[in-house]
């Protein structure tokens, strides 16, 4: 099962791993809407990609397209190199070597885990005879991290955490190269989501599957994948390293999707932006003039010699942090460039409860860049 990328030798000499899937111009719709519109991935094999993106984007229909339980209208699937769809193509789902692990886990609830897990077996063709099949079953009991005595429970006799771990026995049973997880935490508590999300993402490494993952948590994304793919309204719209989608995102909707986001009007001039924060430098921009910016909240520090000063407006503590939002002072001015903003109401985020009161006067210090984005409307 244990699969590990195969690398390919460039005309330059590099080492570079292969790419596992090529998704290129997919679209669907569903009668008059269309649900996808022109949709490109690529993934290198055995990399995780985590799909974000608002309800209704059209994430679990990308995953459905893939995993060939329906067929693009248009654009083409490669699975290594093949086409599975396109024009005039449709390889079945079953022959796609490919496991799906649904949000509820869709296990049969009248089967045992056991039985469970030995259906994904016999999809597998069936090669292995009855003692063959408990080997199996405990052995992927055992890669999720369950015991061997669980195989006689029914699924109603199973935490939510653990269904999810049998439901994915039951798609690695199919010796998959490829799996898709369409929200397997959401139906989990924090706690057991975290736990959960980690033993799976220990396996699937460990196995070196090539992974989907689908998930409104902007946490569970950045920290689970290789690659975050941003969807909204049918389209990828910004695809990339979790640091780089975090850090430089398309633009201002992309950016508090993945995240929390001070957003500020601001004067840009080459690159530097001055606004109520000062002059903030930014890096690449692609405008000028009246801006957007954006920073994030941990980029604004409260310091006793910070130069930006702001009033506390109110708190909000929440155990390891506390939310401060803070009025800023009128922007001040950086000569030859007009001044813009003031008094906005920022929010950030301070580890000691204590640092921030309502009506105290704070100094804030910005640290790094700021990305700046066309002003809206
Ligand atoms: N089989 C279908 N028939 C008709 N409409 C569909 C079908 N499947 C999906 N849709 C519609 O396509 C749109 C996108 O749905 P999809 O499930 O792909 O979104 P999503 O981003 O996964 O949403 P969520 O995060 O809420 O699961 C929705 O408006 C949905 O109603």
Not at 186 to 205: C, E, H, N, Q
Not at 261 to 288: N, Y
Not at 330 to 346: F, M
Request: proline share 6%; charged share 20%; hydrophobic share 40%.
């Amino acid at each position: 099962m244990t699969e590990v990328s195969t690398p390919l030798c460039t005309f330059s000499g590099h080492w570079e791993p292969a790419t596992y899937l090529q998704a290129r111009g997919l679209s669907k719709s569903f009668g008059s809407q269309q649900v996808l519109k022109g949709v490109d991935l690529s993934m290198v094999e055995g990399s995780t990609t985590a799909i974000v993106g608002p309800s209704g984007s059209g994430k679990t229909t990308l995953l459905r397209l893939i995993a060939g339980f329906q067929q693009p209208d248009a654009g083409m699937i490669e699975l290594k190199d093949k086409v599975v769809a396109g024009p005039g193509v449709r390889v079945p789902a079953h022959k796609r070597a490919i496991g799906y692990v649904a949000q509820d886990g869709a296990l049969f609830p009248h089967l045992t885990v056991a039985q469970n897990i030995s259906f994904g077996l016999k999809g597998a063709g069936g090669r292995v005879g009855r003692r063959g099949i408990e080997l199996k079953i405990a052995a992927l009991l055992d890669m999720v991290s369950l015991p061997a005595g669980m195989g006689g429970r029914r699924p109603h006799e199973l935490s939510g955490g653990q269904q999810q771990r049998v439901a994915l026995a039951r798609a690695l049973a199919r010796e998959p190269k490829l799996i898709l997880l369409d929200e397997p935490f959401s139906a989990l508590d924090a706690g057991l989501r975290v736990a959960t999300r980690k033993a799976v993402g220990d396996v699937l490494s460990e196995a070196g599957i090539t992974t989907i993952l689908v998930t409104h948590d902007q946490g569970e994304a950045l920290s689970f994948a290789d690659q975050v793919a941003v969807m909204r309204d049918g389209k990828l719209v910004q695809t990339g390293t979790p640091f780089s989608v975090y850090t430089m995102p398309s633009d201002r909707e992309a950016a508090e999707f993945l995240g929390d986001a001070v957003v500020l009007e601001a004067m840009l001039e080459g690159t530097l932006a001055t606004c109520s924060l000062g002059g903030i430098p930014v890096r690449k921009p692609s405008v000028q003039g009246r801006v957007s910016l954006m920073l994030r909240p941990e980029q604004i520090r409260i310091t006793a010699d910070g130069p930006i000063k702001g009033v506390v407006v109110d708190t909000v503590y929440f155990g390891p942090e506390t939310t401060v939002r803070i009025k800023l002072q009128p922007a001040p001015r950086v000569s030859g460039t007009a001044s813009v903003g003031g008094g906005e109401i920022i929010s950030i985020k301070h580890w000691n409860a204590a640092m921030a009161r309502p009506g105290m006067e704070l100094n804030l210090r910005i640290i790094g860049e700021g990305v700046a984005f066309p002003l809206a409307g």
